[in-house]
């Protein structure tokens, strides 16, 4: 299957500082990507959907300034966690697909582990 | 809409059946399953479309009901290594594309 990759997979960081996660996909072009996140033992709740080239679509809740999402390149998509806070601590992760249909599977990279102290 | 998945966990012993159900209060126009180990991405399994299509592995089946509101995904003969967490991830029409909604997931624990 495609693979997809995060980095990093675990930070700490001080309260507000900024953090930024990668997601890329390694082996095919991502037209679209998506960011989630997961609390432990829960699901996975979508933040924002990012497609290349044009800005990211934010889901209801979610602040677009606190968390800024870079779609540059088919296989690059950026998540930024500005000004972090301890209630920003959370599991982040990513999912790229090569089309936006409903018959496109997303494939998820590993996860980045963010701690704010 | 979040679905609900059922059970929200399930143990077995190696070699049994067990299905899991997810149900949405509307017609779902597909529903992707995914399977996440501990500390793991979630990874692919099938994807279900509204008009009958299938996409995805030759050991996993899954169906729609009739009134395609409610998806099974079928563990045959199961294997240690179909432990985890499962979840399906909705979608209510063709224009949401495959931006998903994740049910809150299926605990499978498979023992020897």
């Known amino acids: 299957g495609a693979v997809v990759s995060q980095h990093p997979s675990r930070v700490i960081c001080k309260s507000g500082t900024s953090v930024k996660i990668e997601c890329r996909s390694l082996?095919?072009?991502?037209?679209?990507m998506f960011w989630y996140r997961q609390f432990p033992k829960k699901s996975l709740m979508l933040m924002a959907t990012?497609?290349?080239?044009?800005?990211?679509?934010?889901e209801q809740g979610v602040e677009k300034d606190k968390f800024l999402i870079n779609h540059a390149s088919l296989t690059l998509s950026t998540l930024t966690v500005t000004s972090a806070h301890p209630e920003d601590s959370s599991f982040y992760i990513c999912?790229?697909?090569?089309?936006?249909?409903?018959?496109?599977?997303?494939?998820f990279g590993p996860g980045t582990r963010l701690t704010v102290l | 809409q979040q679905p609900v998945q059922s059970p929200q966990a399930v143990i077995l012993r190696e070699g049994e059946d067990a299905v899991i159900n997810c149900s949405s209060s509307k017609a779902l126009y597909s529903v992707h399953w995914y399977r996440q180990k501990h500390g793991e991405a979630p990874v692919f399994l099938m994807i279900?479309?509204?008009?009958?299509e299938q996409k995805g592995h030759e050991k996993i089946s899954a169906s729609f009901n009739e009134k395609k509101q409610q998806s099974s995904l079928y563990l045959t003969a199961s294997q240690l290594s179909y432990s985890g967490t499962y979840f399906c991830?909705?979608?209510?029409?063709?224009?949401?594309?495959?931006?998903?909604?994740f049910g809150g997931g299926t605990r499978v624990l498979v023992k020897p």
């Open positions: 990012s497609n290349e080239g044009s800005k990211a679509t934010y």
């Open positions: 999912s790229a697909s090569s089309g936006r249909a409903s018959y496109n599977e997303q494939f």
């Open positions: 991830g909705t979608d209510n029409s063709e224009a949401a594309g495959n931006k998903l909604t």
């Open positions: 279900l479309l509204k008009g009958g």
């Open positions: 082996d095919f072009q991502a037209t679209t």
